[in-house]
């Protein structure tokens, strides 16, 4: 039975090139393998909401978090999740900020967007390390996602004392509403409902991660799909997934069309849009904006699309 775990792969291809096709002509042979994929498996990091406008750094950082700038110098949103905030106060003051600007109060992008226009007649799966919501957000259904690494709208016990996550939108946009000078009032501070203990985000980065039902259920329907699909015309759609945790999409995906011929790949990075050399032929690597070539990608294949 395949299984998420099972899935994963740490081993790295050796034989990494940047492709030399012209852009024109890669566009088109995307749009070839697309329209001819009986099924489309996409596999999207980080990279993909970053494209699409959701930086952690740069001018939208500095516009939505000017006071936690000024009171303990964070740098961006990603380092600013380990600063050692002295107080649960302070804390929840920044996560639900944090989880505000990143998950709620954002609609569906026009990259996120523009692609399950691309894809919603096609038999689809996304496999997401994103936490954002997003692909829901532009209409991708929920039971055709498998977002592993958690969610911005979840939290769970910080021990991880039981396998549970809670929905804390509303909460967190309460938080968001009353919070001052960094922190929230001491009552809103959440505890963990069996043990007592201190509250954490539902995301992986310790050994305390929850996996919940609802992550479960979605690994059993991702492993009923790849091998339901594995030996039909299969598009692996891969959207900025970089080096910082290639097990998960990056080095499965390029396992997958070594022992699959009949699997394609289409991997979208800027700058990190490498492709294994001995691959080529099934694999096509475009290294440009990766907003603007979902919009092309769009264009040719003649579906609508928001600029």
């Not at 960094?182 to 809103?188: F, T």
């Not at 501070?189 to 039902?213: H, T, W």
């Not at 039909?232 to 970089?242: F, H, P, R, W, Y």
Request: proline share 5%; with cysteine; charged share 25%.
């Amino acid at each position: 039975m395949m299984t998420f775990n099972n899935f994963l792969s740490g081993i790295p291809a050796r034989d990494y090139i940047f492709q030399k096709t012209p852009y024109e002509e890669q566009i088109k042979q995307a749009v070839e393998l697309i329209q001819n994929a009986d099924s489309v498996l996409i596999g999207a990091g980080a990279g993909a909401s970053t494209a699409a406008g959701l930086n952690y750094g740069g001018k939208r950082f500095r516009d939505n978090f000017k006071e936690f700038i000024e009171r303990y110098g964070v740098q961006d949103m990603y380092s600013a999740g380990f600063y050692p905030f002295q107080t649960e106060e302070e804390r929840w003051g920044y996560w639900s900020k944090h989880a505000y600007v990143n998950r709620i109060e954002p609609n569906g992008l026009p990259l996120y967007c523009n692609l399950f226009e691309m894809m919603k007649d096609k038999g689809y799966f996304v496999l997401t390390t994103n936490v954002d919501h997003q692909f829901q957000k532009a209409g991708f259904a929920e039971e055709r996602i498998f977002a592993t690494q958690g969610d911005y709208g979840l939290i769970q016990c910080m021990n991880g004392c039981h396998p549970k996550t809670y929905d804390a939108e509303k909460l967190f946009t309460k938080m968001n509403q009353v919070r001052y000078e960094c922190r929230i009032p001491s009552e809103m501070v959440p505890k963990c409902p069996v043990c007592g203990g201190k509250m954490a985000m539902n995301l992986r980065c310790d050994q305390y991660f929850v996996e919940d039902e609802n992550w479960h259920k979605a690994d059993e329907r991702f492993g009923e799909f790849l091998p339901e699909h594995v030996d039909e015309k299969l598009v692996l759609l891969e959207l900025g997934v970089g080096f910082n945790t290639p097990t998960i999409i990056r080095f499965p995906f390029e396992h997958l069309i070594r022992q699959h011929k009949n699997i394609s790949l289409i991997r979208l990075n800027l700058d990190e849009a490498v492709i294994p050399e001995s691959l080529e032929k099934q694999a096509i690597g475009i290294n440009a904006d990766m907003k603007e070539t979902i919009d092309d990608l769009c264009k040719e294949l003649g579906v609508p699309y928001e600029s």
